[in-house]
């Protein structure tokens, strides 16, 4: 059997605890959201990471 390759991306995104997560989400409210950060100025990862870590905090 052929071994898989691990890419080095791959390599630093484990190094670095990075995961990727799929949702099902409505059109409408990604391309907002997608706008609204756009318009803000900040990544959508950011903006995600952050509101997700104050949700946590307010229902631990």
């Known amino acids: ?3 898989k390759k691990i890419r080095p991306q791959d390599k630093w ?3 670095a605890g990075l995961i990727s997560k799929s ?3 409505k059109r ?3 391309e ?3 706008d609204a950060c ?3 100025g900040v990544s959508q990862a950011g903006q995600l ?3 997700m870590r104050e949700f946590i905090e307010k229902n631990k």
């Open 38 to 40: 756009e318009k803000a």
């Open 23 to 25: 949702y099902k989400l």
């Open 49 to 51: 990471s952050m509101m």
């Open 32 to 34: 907002a959201f997608a």
């Open 1 to 3: 059997m052929e071994e």
């Open 28 to 30: 409408e409210l990604v």
């Open 13 to 15: 995104n484990a190094k």
